[in-house]
Nanobody
Framework: QLFLEESGGGLVQPGGSLRLACLGY????????IGWFRQSPGKEREYVAT????????YYADSVAGRFTISRDNSKSTAYLEMNSLKSEDTAVYYC????????????????WGQGTQVTVSS
């Protein structure tokens, strides 16, 4: 089993930045594409971004494209989500997830999930 642990969430003012990290362990991290998803109270889980096992292919939801950057450092078994120009609507619990295969936006096809980290954008 691949275990995932998110970190880096917190409270930030609108227009600010945060960097989330997702540490993987238990299995070979490079076997998996990594995705970031988020969920706000009363809303369905939303796809944010995904990256291939090598880091060479990246996709973003329209709502975050140009503001968020996904990356990974396989030597550290860690994926990142750099979030800039944050808005109140970015407030959510952010989850990283892993799947054996191509990076896709459908969360139901991800096999492993972290526990989530809260991001709150508020003045």
């Amino acid at each position: 089993q691949l275990f995932l642990e998110e970190s880096g969430g917190g409270l930030v003012q609108p227009g600010g930045s945060l960097r989330l990290a997702c540490l993987g362990y238990g299995r070979l991290f490079t076997d998996y594409a990594i995705g970031w998803f988020r969920q706000s109270p009363g809303k369905e889980r939303e796809y944010v971004a995904t990256v291939s096992w090598s880091g060479g292919t990246k996709y973003y939801a329209d709502s975050v494209a140009g503001r968020f950057t996904i990356s990974r450092d396989n030597s550290k078994s860690t994926a990142y989500l750099e979030m800039n120009s944050l808005k109140s609507e970015d407030t959510a619990v952010y989850y990283c997830a892993a799947r054996f295969g191509d990076p896709i936006s459908d969360g139901s096809d991800y096999d492993y999930w972290g526990q989530g980290t809260q991001v709150t954008v508020s003045s």
